[in-house]
């Protein structure tokens, strides 16, 4: 098991809009291909305007196989698009973590 750990950081005071653009295109999206998140989190205390998502897959194969399909969807690059051209993004930054030996998620 592994796991897609993503922190995305909006410029100052548009961290809003990215997510309801995100809420309202992206994530349906996701959901299809990829499942639901495993953690979807807002930062309260510390480093502001940042969103950070854990996504669960049995294996990197696995995370290749469904995030593939998600690329070759149309209407996924035309949100890819979007978010680029609102300019509501500074920094995107993801990491594939592991579980340690003796933490097993959902036990």
């Known amino acids: 098991m592994i796991f897609d750990h993503r922190t995305y950081t909006a ?9 309801k653009l995100y809420e309202d295109i992206g994530l349906p999206m996701q959901r299809h291909y990829l ?19 854990l996504w669960k897959y049995e294996s990197l194969a696995d995370r290749e196989a469904r995030r593939d399909q998600m690329e070759a969807d149309p209407e996924w690059q035309a949100y890819r698009r979007k978010v680029i051209e609102t300019d509501y993004l ?5 990491q594939i973590l592991k579980p340690v030996s003796f933490f097993i998620p959902g036990k």
């Open 35 to 53: 499942g639901e998140p495993f953690g979807f989190f807002q930062t309260h205390i510390g480093d502001l305007s940042r969103t950070v998502h």
């Open 90 to 94: 500074a920094d995107m930054r993801n």
């Open 11 to 19: 410029k100052p005071n548009m961290l809003p809009s990215f997510l």
